[in-house]
């Protein structure tokens, strides 16, 4: 079907994010996706801070973006917004690299308060990247993130109904975008 990249944004090795992501990656093979997952916080912190365009593992992260059809992009909220990692991978893309593609932002954090980072602070700058749609996003509590021995995770039933609702709408909106993309 789609190549999706999924992407987080979190600088933690032990981050609820990007466990949450790989879960989902999964409910996304399953639908007959090639899912691709990158976490930011892999790259090398010089490339992302000295704006080192030309870094292979910079132009590596471009290239994953502009192969795929659509991309999840994961981050836990910090002050209200998304991760400044995830910024400075995103501020790193040309204007457009977004283009054409289908976006599902998802975000994470501590508490109800945060909820509105997806549409205040993120969902303008993806939309400014110039993607073609943007699904409706989901804020996941931490506390509904239960990180599992095997380094898994499970989610709360309200959670994970929710979650794969949206991941649901985002492999729909794939497959009408792939559609739309091979007519044109």
Do not use: N
Not at 12 to 30: E, G, I, K, P, V
Not at 101 to 128: E, F, M, N, W
């Amino acid at each position: 079907m789609a190549t999706v990249l999924s992407l987080s944004g979190s600088p933690s090795a032990t981050s609820r994010t990007a466990r949450l992501l790989r879960h989902l990656d999964a409910r996304l093979t399953a639908q007959g996706h090639h899912v691709v997952p990158l976490d930011v916080r892999t790259l090398p912190a010089a490339a992302l801070l000295g704006a080192d365009f030309s870094h292979p593992a910079i132009v590596r992260a471009k290239a994953l973006v502009e192969q795929a059809d659509g991309l999840v992009v994961g981050t836990p909220v910090y002050k209200a917004a998304y991760s400044g990692l995830l910024k400075s991978l995103l501020d790193l893309l040309p204007q457009y690299a977004l283009a054409g593609k289908t976006v599902l932002p998802l975000a994470t954090g501590g508490t109800t308060a945060h909820v509105l980072a997806i549409d205040y602070a993120l969902r303008p700058v993806l939309s400014s990247m110039g993607a073609a749609h943007i699904v409706q996003g989901w804020f996941t509590l931490d506390k509904d993130i239960t990180v599992e021995p095997d380094g898994g995770v499970s989610v709360a039933a309200g959670a994970a109904e929710a979650l794969e609702q949206v991941v649901d709408q985002f492999s729909a909106a794939l497959g009408h975008t792939t559609v739309l993309a091979t007519a044109s």
